[in-house]
């Protein structure tokens, strides 16, 4: 048989190596994608299971500080400067940055661009919505309303022994506005009409959930929905922002688990539950920016 010069050869090798990259540059994203959604999803499904069958006083799994609140609060007795008051600060600051980002790079002439578009501004307008949560559940603090029985209190319990019907209404409108923010922001090509419905019926399932459990129960709606609408999506439409966006979800997924069992070892020397609300816009932002980077260099470049 004849033999193939060595140039030949290279050259053969080079041009294989070349298809193969390109072919794996557009699997990549998607399977990268599919992976990180799964990952979360299995994590976060596991850590509302574990939450609702075993964060109970005296858990051999879930530390008691993060028991007696649902969340793991530092400085509890010092007005507005405990975890949720923190976490209200902070979100503000966060999501004004990240808006700031999103106007001077928003615009980029890409269909995958646009999603990351999306993805950016309601994600961040809904953390909005999640940081001003967290200042009202501050309130509570400062009125002494946050005790052990309020927190194994149910929100329809809650509601039946409110006196003042006023507060109530303010109580609903006030849940049912924090879930449109949430589910607008995970779902944001769905018509504002289906979010308002969704967002009244999850509410509605909520007030039978004790108010310790409520993130468990935040955490496994908004799971359900960011990663059922994201991997039913396309598989052409599974591009670098698709990715970029589905990592976000693992380390959010992961620092629940280290806020409910290390409280006092870990979580209360960053902050406690101020970690995971960090955490959200930062990770949003870096997701955004290299999603930008992604499509707004020259396609000459990026095959280089």
Not at 82 to 102: K, Q, R, W
Not at 154 to 164: I, K, P, Q, Y
Not at 206 to 223: E, M
Request: glycine fraction near 8%.
């Amino acid at each position: 048989s004849a033999v193939i010069p060595r140039h030949e050869a290279f050259r053969v090798q080079q041009a294989s190596l070349h298809r193969i990259i390109k072919k794996m540059r557009i699997q990549s994203p998607n399977k990268l994608g599919n992976a990180c959604h799964a990952i979360s999803s299995a994590s976060t499904l596991a850590y509302t299971a574990a939450t609702f069958f075993f964060a109970k006083p005296g858990s051999k799994l879930f530390d008691d500080e993060w028991v007696q609140h649902g969340f793991c609060v530092i400085q509890q007795d010092i007005p507005y400067w405990n975890t949720h008051d923190l976490c209200l600060y902070f979100d503000v600051i966060l999501v004004a940055l990240g808006l700031l980002v999103y106007r001077s790079l928003r615009g980029v002439p890409t269909p995958e661009m646009k999603y990351a578009d999306e993805m950016m501004l309601f994600n961040m307008l809904g953390h909005l919505g999640h940081g001003i949560a967290h200042g009202f559940i501050g309130a509570t603090f400062r009125s002494g309303s946050d005790g052990m029985g309020a927190q194994n209190t149910t929100g329809m319990e809650r509601l039946a022994m409110e006196e003042d019907q006023m507060e109530n209404v303010k109580y609903v409108l006030i849940g049912i506005g924090f879930w449109i923010g949430l589910l607008k922001g995970v779902v944001p090509k769905a018509p504002i009409g289906k979010v308002a419905i969704s967002a009244i019926i999850v509410y509605i399932g909520g007030l039978f959930v004790s108010n310790v459990l409520g993130f468990a129960y935040v955490q496994a709606v908004i799971t359900v929905a960011f990663a059922s609408t994201q991997l039913t999506r396309l598989k052409e439409e599974k591009e670098f922002a698709y990715a970029a966006f589905a990592i976000t979800s693992v380390p959010l997924s992961i620092i629940p688990w280290i806020e409910s069992t290390s409280c006092k070892d870990v979580a209360s020397k960053f902050g406690g539950h101020l970690m995971f609300d960090v955490a959200i816009p930062i990770l949003l932002t870096a997701a955004y920016y290299f999603s930008w980077r992604h499509y707004s260099t020259p396609n000459k470049d990026k095959e280089a």
